[in-house]
């Protein structure tokens, strides 16, 4: 078991005949992720091959929904600028999970998007600007590097994709695994977070344990702590990077923010203590805390 | 982007919102002639892109024109917390009877945009929110529907507002209009101001402009100014690099904001200060590395170098052969320490085993390397 | 008994400061209206007085609401350009019955206002366009003169104002008097039509007939035709204005315009013939036809 | 109001539609001159606020600039439907690979905007709608959100356009901003062209502005063609009345749109017909009354006028003053039948009784009369 995604996914790619799109759908394949279908306007009837497998491409998210009505997600790769649109798309199409990968999208669109996806309650955005995610060993959704996720029992969710990568593979080298990995995106504002994803990890009965990644900008990560230390029954360990990063500068991610006295690290550390979450002080001290809290 | 007072102050007016007459003059005598224009008393003011203008001496009120030659001439020049001040904004001064704030601001929290709104105006907002944040009135803006009249009478009624109700409720829409129309993050009118008349004018005004969504307003572009930013950030854009210039001496660069952030938490937590934040993206090859050490090496104020990859898209192979050509170049001439994990990092040490390059096995260790050999 | 308003409404006047407003404030509450607060943005804390009666007067919407939580019904008098932000103010405000009289407002913002409105189901609009409606003996929602209306069993629904003044009069010369006539306006987007009121009527135990007043343009008539044979099981009596306007010219009311082949008269005519609605030919038929309807 | 197709394709052209190159001619010699400077086929079109140009020889492919000097030659002053051609449009021409019709229009059934598409573009669409409305694919638009890329898409798929499909949608939603933007009630691209090198072009256009929107677009102003309005359309609008020119012989004044529509009907059953509707609105006082009655006598069509009020607001002896001023002036010199019920009536008779004007109980007897007499 895991949360989201697992060996039975059937996955479409919007803009499946795009560079990166093609790429992607290729690396996912190879992983196992059930890939059933492609999207590009203009470039329906034609067809994604790729390791001996041939993957229609259809015109539209509802032709694809259409001929494929066990469609269970899509990952979108689209420039920023057609993200918003592309959601949108995939949302009212009635694709139930949706990953936007895309790095760049001007915020009105993402609250716009938002504000729509509220009137979609069947429909969950993770992103933009994120790896997407992974249920190691059954289903890739997303870009990062397979080779650092291990299947196992702690769940993990991060505004970061490289330190998901560096977790993971830490993880993995110490033989902890992951049930699920979400790289929930850098953006400050985002389809989903830690407090959508907790409820889920707490309720998977295939996992033990949550490492949270999260840092500077916004107050996720103290609303996450709130949430934790009245509901949640698994362990969960917290990092928090950006400690050091100065105020009103963006430290590479939009939403790595601190503005005004919302968003800083102090806060999210004294959340975190409020809420008796252990939290790591470097990486390497993740796995320290995970051991601990697996009795490992 | 941020905008100057005057470009905001140009943004309103264009989606209907009052602004006291206004030209910027670059010179005392151009500061002359349109306070002759005006024939009024007048306001000179500093366009710097910095808060605190005010106290730094950078706005002054000059009683005819000659009094303006001289006031902006005092100011012109004038350095305000590490800028120079190259024009001033020239504008017709206006009676004030009270003074108002009203902003949006982009706010996670609530998943939009925050209007603001205070009767304690022409101060420092962050000071009100933090000394009295009762003093403020927030609304919470449907992004899709926008910013309605009826809202906005009702915040300026629960702020406590006096003046003409449909004036200022039309500036607030005005202002909503101006933010979502042109893609701001932030949109202040900072005081909102009620004449002795009764009119309603927007006195000073702040905009900042989403960088995300520039391409679909080519008419703004006209406002960004290359001057005003770092030059190692101008080249940084250049090369599609995250580029943030910090104030210490350790040149930092990685994959991945992420692990970037996470490296300078490391630097400082071995002792040392970090010079900047670099993020060379995903997959970067040979090339972009080469270009990021030679941009790091051009800061002065960098007295060694951290790289930290974990490759994953990124090969640890094509990070060595860019250091190893900076190097090569002569390009690298300071302590640098590397920490290279993931993919293709066998090949990494293989290129570089014979190279002055240390690599280590985690970042701490890199870091607390550099962090020695740069303090010697 | 009666529809939508009667004797213990609650009213609301928005814009009761300016002429017309203050005019019509009087004349219903001469009526016997009871017209209990009134608003205008920063005219609040005034009273306004007529009949020896003060009544307050606030500056939003909302801040009437929350004096007076009983408020059942508002009437808006403001400038076409500010009326669908008045219609917005009272519906957020909670006020279940807004009567919008306005003439001339943008079609767009009314579109606007219909389809923002069907999130709130607890509020019906009346209008814009509209000379309100009337509970005869009991209460005036409206701008219509009082007199030509007699209180009794028949229900009347009305495009046009004049129409329903002179429709009214005829019935009470013929001693019929009119359980509630609305005049839901002239405009193409009107918040309330014909089958909207229709149910209302026909489950109204004090209603015996219903007069419906249409006219050329659009296809309400048609609708409710099809409705009424269904689902109703009372006797309704129409009159379609308009027979002999040309196409492609708005006839006074911006609704009232042929477009191509919809809205003509005749349509409306087959409709209620196959309805078996019997169609008054001129005003003077509505009274033989409504007289022979309740059995006089 | 109505645009013309060259101020449409301005309009269109302002939201990033594109349009092909076209300038406005008065004469043959600026026409010449416009299409010298094209160097290409130009299409000739006049430019009059009528249906069926085409058919009427009023649209003439020119191949070089002696020809569209001659063909504008022919199309200048021409008369189509009653009005005088007094500019064209010299517009390039382009390669025609496909034509389709793209329109917006209000739509009461669905309380919007209903966004049609078809593939049979560059013909009437009330034709195909008529004889073949399965070519036409309906999408109702949402008016706060309104047209977004991927709705227009599926419709364009829908419909079974072909050609670049993000190109055909940008033009949609582009269509859609116009509409929107500028408070068109109807806004129509046909023929939507793709050329032969694969472009996507709006080759002729359609728009309406709602006359009760025109105040926020002051810009649309310039627009305006007091001209094309039959003249006493214009007088009327003056005076604030509600005016149709009809091509009958009776004038019809009456209070309240319904009403008025009404007395048309009456007239028309009893063997009459129409030569105006005129509402005077609400609460008319007597120089309302006389102004309308001026008006109506104006139009030489008229032989016998009807008025019918009901008195609510209005009252009938204020109508009575205002006929009786028109009388005594000399302005009514043709038969006037009246009808005035409600308030006030015992006034207006009284004032009326020594007066040479009919009054009669019902609108229909009023009808009958002034029917017969203009007859005579």
Same mark, same amino acid.
């Given at each position: 078991?895991?949360?989201?995604?697992?060996?039975?996914?059937?996955?479409?790619?919007?803009?499946?005949?795009?560079?990166?799109?093609?790429?992607?759908?290729?690396?996912?394949?190879?992983?196992?992720?059930?890939?059933?279908?492609?999207?590009?306007?203009?470039?329906?009837?034609?067809?994604?091959?790729?390791?001996?497998?041939?993957?229609?491409?259809?015109?539209?998210?509802?032709?694809?929904?259409?001929?494929?009505?066990?469609?269970?997600?899509?990952?979108?790769?689209?420039?920023?600028?057609?993200?918003?649109?592309?959601?949108?798309?995939?949302?009212?199409?009635?694709?139930?999970?949706?990953?936007?990968?895309?790095?760049?999208?001007?915020?009105?669109?993402?609250?716009?998007?938002?504000?729509?996806?509220?009137?979609?309650?069947?429909?969950?955005?993770?992103?933009?600007?994120?790896?997407?995610?992974?249920?190691?060993?059954?289903?890739?959704?997303?870009?990062?590097?397979?080779?650092?996720?291990?299947?196992?029992?702690?769940?993990?969710?991060?505004?970061?994709?490289?330190?998901?990568?560096?977790?993971?593979?830490?993880?993995?080298?110490?033989?902890?695994?992951?049930?699920?990995?979400?790289?929930?995106?850098?953006?400050?504002?985002?389809?989903?977070?830690?407090?959508?994803?907790?409820?889920?990890?707490?309720?998977?009965?295939?996992?033990?344990?949550?490492?949270?990644?999260?840092?500077?900008?916004?107050?996720?990560?103290?609303?996450?702590?709130?949430?934790?230390?009245?509901?949640?029954?698994?362990?969960?360990?917290?990092?928090?990077?950006?400690?050091?990063?100065?105020?009103?500068?963006?430290?590479?991610?939009?939403?790595?923010?601190?503005?005004?006295?919302?968003?800083?690290?102090?806060?999210?550390?004294?959340?975190?203590?409020?809420?008796?979450?252990?939290?790591?002080?470097?990486?390497?001290?993740?796995?320290?805390?995970?051991?601990?809290?697996?009795?490992? | 982007?941020?905008?100057?007072?005057?470009?905001?102050?140009?943004?309103?007016?264009?989606?209907?919102?009052?602004?006291?007459?206004?030209?910027?003059?670059?010179?005392?005598?151009?500061?002359?002639?349109?306070?002759?224009?005006?024939?009024?008393?007048?306001?000179?003011?500093?366009?710097?892109?910095?808060?605190?203008?005010?106290?730094?001496?950078?706005?002054?009120?000059?009683?005819?024109?000659?009094? %303006? &030659? !001289?006031?902006? =001439?005092?100011? /012109?020049?004038?350095?305000?917390? *590490?800028?120079?001040? +190259?024009?001033?904004?020239?504008?017709?001064?206006?009676?004030?009877?009270?003074?108002?704030?009203?902003?949006?601001?982009?706010?996670?929290?609530?998943?939009?945009?925050?209007?603001?709104?205070?009767?304690?105006?022409?101060?420092?907002?962050?000071?009100?929110?933090?000394?009295?944040?009762?003093?403020?009135?927030?609304?919470?803006?449907?992004?899709?529907?926008?910013?309605? %009249? &009826? !809202?906005?009478? =009702?915040?300026? /009624?629960?702020?406590?507002?006096? *003046?003409?109700?449909? +004036?200022?409720?039309?500036?607030?829409?005005?202002?909503?209009?101006?933010?979502?129309?042109?893609?701001?993050?932030?949109?202040?009118?900072?005081?909102?101001?009620?004449?002795?008349?009764?009119?309603?004018?927007?006195?000073?005004?702040?905009?900042?402009?989403?960088?995300?969504?520039?391409?679909?307003?080519?008419?703004?572009?006209?406002?960004?100014?290359?001057?005003?930013?770092?030059?190692?950030?101008?080249?940084?854009?250049?090369?599609?690099?995250?580029?943030?210039?910090?104030?210490?001496?350790?040149?930092?660069?990685?994959?991945?904001?992420?692990?970037?952030?996470?490296?300078?938490?490391?630097?400082?937590?071995?002792?040392?200060?970090?010079?900047?934040?670099?993020?060379?993206?995903?997959?970067?090859?040979?090339?972009?590395?080469?270009?990021?050490?030679?941009?790091?090496?051009?800061?002065?104020?960098?007295?060694?170098?951290?790289?930290?990859?974990?490759?994953?898209?990124?090969?640890?192979?094509?990070?060595?052969?860019?250091?190893?050509?900076?190097?090569?170049?002569?390009?690298?001439?300071?302590?640098?320490?590397?920490?290279?994990?993931?993919?293709?990092?066998?090949?990494?040490?293989?290129?570089?085993?014979?190279?002055?390059?240390?690599?280590?096995?985690?970042?701490?260790?890199?870091?607390?390397?550099?962090?020695?050999?740069?303090?010697?």
């Amino acid at each position: 078991m895991s949360i989201l995604i697992n060996k039975s996914s059937k996955v479409l790619v919007q803009g499946i005949t795009g560079r990166e799109g093609a790429y992607h759908a290729e690396k996912m394949l190879e992983y196992g992720t059930q890939v059933i279908a492609g999207s590009t306007p203009g470039k329906g009837g034609q067809v994604f091959s790729a390791l001996g497998k041939t993957i229609p491409v259809y015109n539209s998210v509802s032709e694809a929904k259409a001929a494929h009505p066990d469609l269970d997600a899509t990952i979108i790769f689209v420039p920023p600028a057609a993200a918003a649109d592309a959601t949108l798309e995939a949302a009212h199409a009635g694709i139930p999970l949706i990953v936007n990968i895309a790095e760049g999208m001007p915020v009105l669109d993402m609250m716009k998007v938002v504000k729509e996806l509220k009137s979609l309650p069947n429909v969950r955005l993770i992103g933009g600007n994120c790896p997407g995610l992974i249920t190691p060993g059954e289903c890739k959704l997303g870009i990062m590097p397979a080779s650092t996720f291990k299947a196992g029992r702690v769940g993990m969710i991060s505004r970061s994709g490289t330190l998901t990568y560096e977790a993971s593979a830490m993880l993995a080298a110490a033989d902890i695994g992951c049930s699920t990995v979400v790289g929930i995106g850098g953006d400050p504002m985002i389809g989903t977070t830690f407090i959508d994803l907790l409820p889920m990890f707490n309720d998977d009965p295939n996992t033990d344990a949550v490492v949270m990644i999260g840092e500077i900008g916004g107050a996720d990560e103290e609303q996450a702590a709130e949430w934790i230390a009245k509901n949640m029954k698994k362990p969960v360990i917290a990092f928090i990077s950006g400690r050091t990063a100065p105020k009103g500068k963006r430290m590479g991610h939009a939403g790595a923010l601190i503005m005004g006295n919302v968003g800083t690290a102090e806060s999210k550390l004294e959340a975190m203590a409020k809420a008796n979450v252990p939290v790591a002080d470097t990486m390497e001290e993740i796995i320290v805390l995970t051991k601990k809290a697996l009795g490992l | 982007m941020k905008l100057h007072e005057y470009q905001a102050k140009e943004l309103l007016a264009s989606y209907g919102v009052p602004v006291p007459a206004g030209k910027i003059a670059r010179t005392p005598e151009e500061a002359k002639a349109i306070a002759n224009e005006y024939a009024s008393l007048t306001v000179i003011k500093a366009q710097v892109h910095v808060g605190g203008r005010g106290k730094a001496g950078g706005v002054k009120l000059a009683k005819d024109a000659n009094d %303006a &030659f !001289e006031k902006a =001439q005092a100011i /012109l020049g004038m350095d305000i917390k *590490g800028l120079t001040v +190259k024009k001033v904004l020239v504008a017709k001064a206006v009676d004030i009877a009270k003074e108002y704030y009203c902003g949006l601001i982009h706010d996670r929290n609530v998943q939009s945009f925050t209007l603001m709104v205070s009767k304690e105006g022409g101060v420092d907002i962050e000071e009100v929110a933090a000394t009295n944040p009762a003093a403020i009135t927030r609304f919470a803006i449907d992004p899709i529907k926008g910013l309605r %009249a &009826f !809202e906005a009478r =009702q915040i300026a /009624l629960d702020a406590g507002l006096e *003046g003409n109700l449909n +004036k200022i409720a039309a500036m607030m829409v005005g202002l909503w209009n101006a933010c979502a129309g042109s893609d701001a993050t932030l949109a202040e009118i900072n005081p909102l101001v009620i004449t002795t008349t009764g009119e309603v004018i927007a006195a000073d005004a702040k905009i900042d402009i989403d960088d995300n969504a520039m391409y679909r307003h080519p008419e703004l572009e006209a406002y960004r100014e290359v001057e005003a930013e770092h030059p190692l950030e101008v080249e940084a854009k250049a090369f599609g690099f995250s580029y943030v210039k910090l104030d210490g001496h350790i040149g930092v660069i990685g994959n991945g904001a992420g692990l970037v952030m996470t490296s300078l938490d490391v630097v400082s937590r071995v002792g040392g200060k970090a010079a900047n934040f670099l993020d060379i993206g995903g997959g970067a090859k040979a090339e972009i590395v080469y270009n990021a050490v030679k941009l790091v090496c051009k800061d002065p104020d960098v007295k060694g170098i951290l790289i930290n990859i974990f490759g994953g898209i990124t090969r640890a192979d094509e990070v060595a052969k860019g250091v190893i050509r900076a190097l090569e170049e002569g390009i690298l001439n300071k302590p640098l320490a590397m920490r290279v994990a993931g993919t293709a990092v066998a090949e990494a040490n293989e290129l570089l085993k014979d190279k002055p390059i240390n690599i280590y096995p985690t970042m701490m260790e890199a870091a607390t390397a550099v962090v020695k050999e740069a303090a010697q």
